[in-house]
């Protein structure tokens, strides 16, 4: 079951490799949104560790894209990318602990992140690092 579909109207920032990244991460969290409707915790573990694993490249990818370009936005952003990747290690850590479980509320909060973010944080780098 599709949690997020791309659209591109919506996602595009027109930079490839971010954009194709950013399907690449649609893509995983499918996957672990399928993991958790089937309740799954083995597959839920993989799937999540997979996620956190690719959100921790494509911000390395995006950061280093803009510092080559000189992107005045790159501090905020590393910062929205450092909030969500300690949010998301921890989530991890304590799923791994048994101390949480992967739910549709998480879920939802990864979706809303998402579609807040690339539209309105990662859209505006569009044309400083685009193609």
Known sequence: MSLMQWVEEKYSTNV???DNQHKELFDRVN?????????DRVDIGNRLDNLVDFV????ETEERLMEERGYSGLERHRQEHDL????????QDKFHAGEMDIEEATMTYIKNWLDHHIPIIDKPY????GN
């Open 31 to 39: 996957a672990l949104n399928d993991a958790v409707v089937n309740r």
């Open 84 to 91: 969500l990747v300690k949010t998301c290690t921890d989530i």
């Open 16 to 18: 490839d490799l971010c």
């Open 126 to 129: 569009g044309p400083a690092l």
């Open 56 to 59: 921790v490249k494509h911000f």
